[in-house]
Each structure stands twice: as C-alpha cells, then as structure tokens.
C-alpha cells in the first residue's frame, strides 16, 4: 500500500505539466491506467462511467456535500452507455465520493479506494499548485511500519501505523518523542498516510529542519469491549515504548487528532496530564454549553497549573467548517481564562486539505 502510495504522489508531481493540456489529465489518485476522474485545467473534473443497463446514475460527494460541492450531480448517458458529467469549481484536496447507479452506492472503478464514511470509498485528489508540502520530495524518507499487538483491554488483535523518522535504524541508540496522531469518525488507521500524506509531511518537514524527527503512530480510534482510552493508556503507549527507541516520558509524548480524534486527544491528553505534556485538535474540540471549570475532567480549572504543566495545546478549525463556532468559543473562553493555547483558522472545510495544513502547522512546535 505505501508503494502505491508513493506512485500516487510521483504522478501528481507530473501533473502540472499534465494539466496545461486542453483534454487535462487522469486525477492522481485514479488507479493506474484510468483515463477518468480527469482534471481539466480550470479545476473543473469530468467524471465517466460505463453502465449501459442504468436507468440513473449520478456523482455523490462523501456526505452530500465537500469540496466538489453539493451534491449529486446528474450524469448524461452516452449512445454507447457511458454515462459522463463534468464538475466546475472543484476545491483542490482529498475528497471522498462514489456513483450512485439507480439509487445503489458504487465505488468507480477508476479510483483507488480509500476507508471512509465507514466503508470503501473512491477518492479524488486534486493538486494544488499552489501548495506541496504533502507531496512526496527527493528528501531522506522515514518508514511507514505496520504494527501488530494484542489489547489486554479488547482481548483482541490491533493494528497500529507507525511512522519512524529517516535515518532511524542507522541510529542505533537514538531515542526519540512520540506524537500520536487519531483519524476521524469512519475512517481507520490508514487515514493519515493513504489521505493525509502524514508521512511525506514530517519527511518534509524535518528534512528542512522545521520539525525536530519524532515517530508518529496511527492507530484505530474504536475499541469493542473496552475504551479507546484504556487502550492507548494500557496497551498501546506501553506496547510502543517497549517496540520503539522511544523517549517514554511526558516531555516527549503528544496527543492529536481530527475531528472525532481530536475529541478523543483533548480527552485522553487533558485528562491523562501524567503522560502527555502536547495536545492538538484538529477540527475537533468545541466548548458549546460546557463549563470551562469541569471540561476535560477539570483540565483547566487551575489556569495557572495547567500553564505550568501543558507544554502545548493547539486548536485548530476550516472557517467554513460547522464546527468552527463551538473551537472558536473554546479558544476564546482560555484565552479569557488566561489558559495559553494556540489558535489556527484558515478557509476551509471538513476536510483532509484543511487538516494535511493543521498537521504541518503542529508538528514543527512539538518538542522544542
């Protein structure tokens, strides 16, 4: 998977030569030999599919609505049977769709698939010309590791990603801080590699010195017979300070994630202070009616402790994200509270670009 992945980045990095041409050029996250999704060269994107026997077919945006628009959008059959239908004003990014034919939910054939909205979903990458930091670079590479345990609190098998720096086997008594990094509702382990490029991010990253090398684990946010807490306080911190040269203290462990992980690591890093001295939430942390005094288990009920204890906590949010009202109040109500936290806003929705930036803002502040 992760060489699938790597040609996935060469061939966007291809692209914008691609792109200058009238016809455009297959979306770089079409699988190999697909000539659609294709991307035009004003941004707009032409969808195909053969379905002769279909009575409707039609284009779905992951949730209705994303950075294609809302949809669905209605295709035109073809005398052949090749139903077609061009989008305009595509954002670029990762976005999540599929067909539907007659009602019935089909992956298209010519996209890889991607885990989310709890299920195989086609994806559509658009380049942004304007932006490359998640795109693979001639710089030293770490490692995307799959790592294999059982949970003492499931009693089952868990897989977790890990990324380890460059040069991490060459040195052989290194040791290094941990940031764990949770993917959102309906989507797996895989999120953060397959579509947030997480990997490429911190190669980047470090190679341009911006980002102090750290390794990165990715595991699944859900937990059958137990909490997802319990396993990364019980099994899954001591299984990665046991496997990995890591430094296993609080100084150097970090908690974040996006949207429902971001939840989950204001959760697990305010209410576990013992173990993690870093928190970000990405798209994922709102104050909404909830006392400041009581939030994350009284986390900020002593503002200056907290300062004191808390070597960071950034929240970050899309300004067109339905969420950015309740992370908006929360940063607000510390900042009142003199509790010191970051802010990040910037356009965007809820969606994988917004959070591939939230991450290369992150990191390089971890473990100054």
């Known amino acids: 998977m992760i060489g699938a992945m790597k040609c996935l980045l060469l061939v966007a990095a291809a692209f914008a030569v691609w792109a200058q041409q009238p016809e455009g050029a297959p979306a770089p996250s079409n699988v190999r030999g697909a000539a659609y999704p294709r991307i035009l060269p004003d941004h707009r994107v032409a969808f195909q599919l053969k379905a002769p026997e279909a009575r409707k077919v039609e284009v779905m945006p ?39 034919v007659d009602g019935v939910a089909v992956n298209d054939p010519g996209s890889e698939t991607f885990f989310g909205w709890g299920k195989q979903s086609g994806g559509l990458e658009v380049p ?17 590791r799959v790592h294999w345990y059982r949970s003492s609190v499931t009693g089952q098998a868990r897989r977790a990603f890990v990324y380890t720096p460059p040069g991490y086997d060459a040195a052989g008594r290194t040791r290094y801080p941990v940031l764990y990094l949770q993917h959102g509702a309906g989507e797996s382990e895989r999120g953060w590699t397959s579509q947030g490029h ?120 899309g300004t067109q994200d339905r969420l950015i009202e309740g992370a908006r109040a929360l940063h607000e109500a510390l900042d009142r509270a003199g509790i010191r936290n970051v802010w990040w806003e910037g356009p965007g929705l809820h969606e994988w670009q917004v959070w591939r930036k939230h991450l290369n803002a992150f990191a390089p502040l971890l473990f100054r």
């Open 198 to 317: 997480a990997n490429f991010i911190l190669d980047n990253l470090i190679a341009a010195k911006k980002a102090v090398p750290m390794i990165v684990v990715m595991e699944n946010g859900y937990a059958t017979g137990g909490t997802f807490e319990d396993v990364v306080v019980k099994d899954l911190i001591p299984e990665i300070d046991r496997a990995y040269r890591t430094e296993a203290d609080r100084a150097h462990r970090a908690i974040a994630g996006l949207s429902m992980g971001g939840g989950q690591a204001m959760n697990i890093g305010l209410g576990n202070p013992a173990l993690f001295a870093w928190v970000g939430s990405f798209s994922g942390a709102g104050l909404g009616a909830r006392d400041l005094q009581t939030v994350y288990r009284g986390a900020f009920a002593d503002p200056a402790a907290f300062n004191r204890r808390m070597k960071l906590l950034w929240i970050g949010c």
């Open 62 to 100: 992951g949730g209705g609505v994303n950075g294609m628009g809302k949809g669905p959008f209605e295709m035109q059959r073809g005398e052949d049977g090749t139903w077609s239908v061009t989008i305009g004003g595509v954002a670029p990014g990762f976005h999540y769709y599929w067909f539907l």
């Open 128 to 144: 942004d010309p304007a932006l490359d930091f998640y795109d693979f670079h001639d710089v030293p590479h770490g490692e995307v």
